[in-house]
């Protein structure tokens, strides 16, 4: 028995298990005639056995536990041109809604549940190595598993629901283009039995006690031995794991299905068991052989399976992915190490590759760093009773040896390197026999007929200049503004102008665009909304209104979002919808966004073929609401004032702009922002709402000054809110600021000489922030004022000090002593 046997058989007994009947029910299982193997999903030491098991014993037919709906995908999985990593991807729709969770599952009754599963494959993955081996020795592979959307629990199993139900209690993921893969890990390292052995051999992680146990010199031991142990393990992790949880999280359904596909196939082939093989994960090797219950029935609706690029970042647990690999690239190390012959080379490779990817990120690494982790990798190896270094002790070691300094400081950069080495980079590529999902076919479809086909041949970053007043270069923005807004990552618009249109340059854009890895990735998950570019970003936008029926802001968002995307359509329903929503929505900021966005869209309504009056009423309607709501908004979190300066500013804009149409009334404007700087309690948003009743010339600019100037006689606690008052002004003032510079500065004046140095400190970091708002024209006219009120000459500038070297590098030194002191200062 091989010391991981040893540590096992402990843990069983210190668990509390009976050993003998543990290991009769193995025996049972290993001992007939169909021959089962029990696999880990993206292990290179179980790949390694299973293929010397499938070309040993030549099978005539092998159960994978694979997706039974992709079947017919298996010969271009094989196919020599495929390369992993790749991923059998499963899609399905429930257009007539035959599980109800349309509105639960959907953002509204009206679109349907989409659910989609990924299942991934490395070069070394057991399930991908024992498709390999099957086609050299002529075995038939069936897939055994059940369909990912027979696990959905419908709706009328949930009732009654006072609420929808969580997406966990659906089965389904919160981002239906998520990966979506059963976790065995979970099941295995959840039990009292590995929690047991964790302890007692001093595992500090499942991966740890993985590699130990089962990928550690795995090359070097007995095939059927490794077997058996990997079997006695799940057979324990089996016992005790909860037998309720089984139920819950689709195993036994999934059971039932494999089960029943290989009686079936059987019976209907006229098969001998012993001619046949089960490759499956390791806790079904047990499944019940006496269940004979049917499996789940499979709902009708729209399901799509196809053969996708992956990638090792998406099959890597930093990815998110639940079953995923913590380290993609240095199994693959092992497994290309192994295949040639030199497996020891593991460590060293694994540990250059780490340090010339550091030395990259600017860490001063050489090769004696090298030999010192090689070092240290195997005696922490042998300290834990290895032999030799598994992932966990190289990466001690990388830390150990490199890191001159605390690890969560200093480290930093080592880390990014562990991880971007550990991870790698490798990109799959599917076999062009396979042809591309629809959604795919009509993107790349639609940069040939844009003329934009060359951007994805190359990496390097290019820009696009359009002026949509052409039909082509309209079209071209279109199709580039459908693809963003389903977060395709081929560009972004960095420069959209919104001047006026007698410029001629209200309809120009330009866009940087570039190839990404992810693009494809991306399509393939919009897959579910749509089989063409159009069709996905109007599925995309009805959702999105759907979310969003209540945001006046979001909402008007989503109608410039569809006028530039040219969805006719849509526009006209978003347009009726965001009315809905302005009405409902009592949030100023919010108000503000939309009437910024219905601006923008009326500026080119013509061009658009909109009508402008109906966008005329919409922004009456959100700018009346937008008033009445400012006081209700006069006392907002801290988190929140910035927003809500911004959207005051943007509001007065408007109204100023608006002067010749009058068609926004300013009273109504002026006089919610006198009640909400009346009913304020913040300073902050006091001077906000003052400074903008100066700057619209509702009160004089010397009403500022007095503000200021009365906090000189008030009580300490009071007079420190001086600098965020000041603050406020000068977030919104510009020409009231040249008006009243004198009056202001005197006043500000006036209260730093009351002020006692206690006080001061305490005012001066908002002040300076204060200013810091400010342009520089106000800044200099501002300074002049000073330079008056303290005799200077004119032509004597405050920002061009002249004094001796000495003095001023000790003005310097005293400079950077506060600067420092108050950069640790929160404000």
């Known amino acids: 028995m091989s010391q991981a046997g040893k540590q096992s058989a402990a843990a069983i007994r210190q668990s509390g298990l009976d050993t003998e009947a543990i290991a009769e029910q193995v025996d049972q299982v290993l001992g007939e005639d169909l021959y089962w193997f029990p696999v880990r999903h993206h292990s290179p030491g179980v790949a390694y056995h299973v293929q010397r098991t499938i070309l040993a014993r030549k099978p005539k037919v092998i159960f994978l536990e694979g997706p039974a709906e992709a079947q017919d995908l298996l010969p271009h999985v ?11 991807y499963s899609s399905y729709r429930d257009d007539d809604n035959v599980l109800g969770l349309a509105g639960i599952a959907s953002e509204s009754p009206d679109i349907p549940a989409r659910f989609a599963s990924w299942y991934p494959l490395v070069a070394y993955s057991p399930e991908y190595v024992t498709l390999q081996a099957a086609t050299k020795t002529k075995a038939d592979v069936v897939f055994m598993d059940l369909p990912h959307y027979a696990e959905i629990t419908p709706r009328s199993d949930l009732e009654p629901l006072e609420e929808p139900p969580p997406a966990e209690v659906l089965d389904q993921d919160a981002n239906p283009a998520s990966a979506a893969t059963h976790d065995s890990d979970q099941l295995l390292f959840s039990s009292r039995f590995y929690q047991q052995l964790a302890k007692s051999a001093g595992f500090r992680s499942w991966n740890e006690a993985w590699d130990t146990l089962f990928e550690l010199d795995a090359d070097q031991r007995d095939t059927e031995e490794f077997r058996r142990e990997l079997a006695t393990f799940c057979a324990a992790s089996r016992r005790t794991s909860p037998a309720e949880r089984l139920a819950i999280d689709g195993t036994l359904d999934r059971e039932r299905h494999m089960w029943h596909t290989i009686r079936q196939t059987l019976k209907t082939r006229k098969l001998k068991p012993k001619d046949c093989m089960v490759v499956c994960g390791g806790f079904h090797l047990f499944l019940d052989r006496d269940d004979l219950q049917p499996p789940s029935e499979l709902p009708a609706g729209t399901v799509y399976t196809s053969v996708v690029p992956y990638s090792f970042f998406r099959i890597s647990e930093l990815s998110g992915y639940g079953a995923g690999n913590r380290a993609p690239q240095y199994y693959q190390t092992w497994w290309e190490l192994v295949s040639e012959g030199r497996p020891t080379d593991l460590l060293a490779e694994h540990v250059v590759s780490v340090l010339k990817r550091a030395r990259k990120e600017g860490e001063p690494l050489s090769s004696a760093d090298a030999i010192s982790v090689s070092q240290h990798a195997r005696m922490l190896a042998r300290l834990r009773g290895r032999t030799s270094p598994v992932l966990d002790d190289i990466h001690d070691a990388l830390v150990t040896c490199c890191c001159k300094g605390d ?8 880390q990014r390197a562990i991880d971007a080495v550990d991870v790698g980079n490798k990109l799959g590529r599917v076999t062009p026999a396979l042809g591309r999902l629809p959604l795919v076919s009509d993107f790349y479809g639609n940069l040939d007929e844009l003329q934009l086909a060359e951007v994805m041949s190359k990496e390097k970053r290019q820009s696009v200049q359009l002026d949509k007043r052409e039909q082509f270069a309209r079209r071209r923005s279109c199709f580039l503004h459908r693809v963003e807004f389903l977060k395709v990552p081929l560009g972004k618009l960095v420069d959209a102008s919104t001047q006026e249109l007698a410029t001629g340059t209200l309809f120009r854009e330009r866009w940087e665009l570039r190839w990404s890895p992810k693009v494809e990735a991306e399509l393939v998950e919009r897959n579910l909304y749509g089989d063409t570019i159009e069709s996905a970003a109007l599925a995309q936008l009805e959702e999105d209104l759907a979310k969003h029926a209540s945001q006046a802001g979001a909402m008007c968002a989503r109608l410039v979002w569809a006028v530039n995307m040219d969805l006719p359509g849509a526009v006209q329903r978003a347009e009726q919808l965001c009315g809905e929503a302005i009405d409902d929505d ?35 309607r959100a700018y009346d609401r937008a008033c009445f709501a400012l006081p209700a908004a006069a006392n907002v979190p801290e988190q929140e004032q910035n927003e809500l300066v911004e959207a005051l500013r943007s509001l007065a804009e408007l109204v100023i702009r608006d002067e010749k149409t009058r068609d926004l009334d300013r009273t109504l404007f002026t006089q919610s922002v006198r009640s909400a700087a009346q009913q304020t309690n913040v300073p902050f948003l006091r001077g906000a709402f003052l400074g903008m009743l100066a700057e619209m010339r509702e009160i004089p600019t010397d009403e500022l000054a007095h503000e200021v100037s009365a906090l000189a006689s008030a009580p300490i606690d009071t007079m420190v809110t001086a600098g965020d008052l000041l603050d406020g002004i000068m977030a919104v003032s510009r020409s009231s600021l040249l008006l009243g510079a004198e009056s202001l500065i005197e006043a500000i004046d006036t209260l730093l000489k009351a002020a006692d140095w206690d006080a001061f400190l305490v005012m001066v970091p908002r002040m300076r922030a204060a200013f810091d708002r400010l342009h520089d024209r106000h800044v200099e006219t501002l300074a002049e004022c000073v330079a008056r009120r303290y005799g200077l000459a004119e032509e004597t500038s405050l920002t061009e000090l002249s004094t001796s070297v000495g003095a001023a590098a000790l003005f310097a030194r005293i400079d950077a002593e506060v600067a420092n002191i108050l950069s640790d200062w929160e404000f």
């Not at 094989?78 to 059998?88: C, E, G, L, M």
């Not at 690890?407 to 080592?414: E, F, Q, R, T, W």
Request: charged share 20%.
């Open 78 to 88: 094989i196919d020599s041109k495929t390369k992993p990593p790749v991923a059998i």
């Open 407 to 414: 690890p969560a400081d200093v480290g930093i950069p080592l």
């Open 586 to 620: 009592s949030r100023f900021v919010s108000l503000c966004q939309a009437i910024t966005h219905l601006t923008v869209i009326d500026r080119y309504a013509e061009y658009r073929g909109l009508v402008r009056q109906q966008l005329a009423e919409l922004i009456v």
